[in-house]
């Protein structure tokens, strides 16, 4: 029984962090290549700026998700990327996927190989 409930709770582990990755891979990418700068900033550079912003894995993914959410020029710690590329357009995401994608990229070391690297 408790084996069972370790492995069921494995599979929604690895199925949350699995759609964050899908999720950035097929949206955010469009925008967000991993290190190189294209039209706004890798996502190499937004991860350091929140890391440092945002010292814990729960504020990284709470401020992460709250401001994808709700993209917003007076809250962002990314003033000079505004300045360069214009504000993040909204887009249509719940909050539970927003913070899935938000855990996806704390845990990822885009310099190194990584799930779903491309
Ligand atoms: C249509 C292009 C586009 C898409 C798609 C896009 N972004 Fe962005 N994003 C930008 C631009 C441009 C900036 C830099 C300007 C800014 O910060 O608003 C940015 C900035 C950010 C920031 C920094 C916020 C701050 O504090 O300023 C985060 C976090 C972010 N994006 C996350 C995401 C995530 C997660 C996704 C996918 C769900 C995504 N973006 C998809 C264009 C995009």
């Known amino acids: 029984m408790r084996q069972l409930l370790l492995l069921v ?3 929604l582990y690895l199925e949350a962090t699995e759609m964050g990755a899908l ?3 097929g949206n955010c990418v469009t925008c967000h290549y991993e290190t190189v700068d294209k039209s706004a900033p890798s996502m190499m550079k937004v991860r350091q700026a929140y890391k440092t912003a945002f010292g814990n ?3 990284f993914i709470h401020s992460m998700s709250e401001w994808v959410l709700q993209p917003n020029e007076k809250t962002s710690i ?4 505004i300045a360069k590329h214009g504000l993040m357009p909204q887009l249509a995401y719940e ?3 927003l913070e899935d994608i ?3 990229i704390y845990e990822t070391d885009f310099t190194k ?3 779903h690297h491309r």
């Open 9 to 11: 709770c494995c599979v």
């Open 23 to 25: 999720l950035f891979h």
């Open 57 to 59: 894995k729960k504020d």
């Open 78 to 81: 990314m003033q000079d990327e």
């Open 95 to 97: 909050k539970e996927v």
């Open 102 to 104: 938000a855990t996806y």
């Open 113 to 115: 190989v990584h799930p």
